[in-house]
């Protein structure tokens, strides 16, 4: 069950089984300049079936939305033995309830997935990732409602605190600064034109942080490569820290962000509790 069975460039779908790995699929559409934007973090394991039970997110998220918003229609056997579509391979659909958004995110409740036909979209031009390190996790919270406030429009805004910067160099060296207290992971991506003008945007609003932060922006696809290995082993990483790890995504309005950044920190010292920040 792990076959790609059609990258349809014309019509920009994928068909294929559910266990093809988020990763594969992701190489194999950009052979032919296609994109399919959701990113769990272990790309290598992750499987699109996988992302489909669960309603997978991703960094991305933030720019192209979740697994949810690519899934066009799906075959699943049923608990009685029935094959069912819940769709057609097209892609809209207003005819009749919305069966497919029904199973993304069951976690196998409501039948098995054995196809799976998922929506492209064209392959950026370019992309450019940017680290900027600060003193404080208050101000790299703060730092994200600028940006988005600012209409640049990034595909990722990842917030990494000093223990998870601190952990992923421990176990998985790769020059990442240590001493600060948390970076931001910064991707844009798009046009080629445009990408280089919001990048120098980008580097005001950075410039206009006091104490100014400490900035790191890739060279090339190789170094963007780099720091994407680097934040996809966090959660590994971290799990090699104690015998029993616990897991909580949390979501908060953006303008909650640093209250709730400060809050976490605040009870991780008062209780002793070890706290990696990573999302």
Known sequence: MDKIIEIDKNNLTARLQPNVTVGRLQQEVEKLGLFFPPDPSNLAVSTVGGAVALGAGGPRTLKYGGTKDYIINLKVVTQDGEIMQTSRDIAKNVTGYNLTQLFVGSEGTLGIITEITVKLIAKPEKRLLTLAYFDSIETASNV???????ALNPSVIDLLDQ????????????GLLTDKAAALLIELDGLEVCTDERQKRLGRILNDVKPHPVVVQARNEEENEAIWRARRSAFGCVAKLKPNVITEDVVVPRTKIPEFVAEISRLSGKYGITVCIMG
């Open 144 to 150: 994200v409602s600028k940006i988005i406030a600012s």
């Open 163 to 174: 223990n998870t910067l601190q952990t992923i160099e421990k176990f998985n060296p790769c």
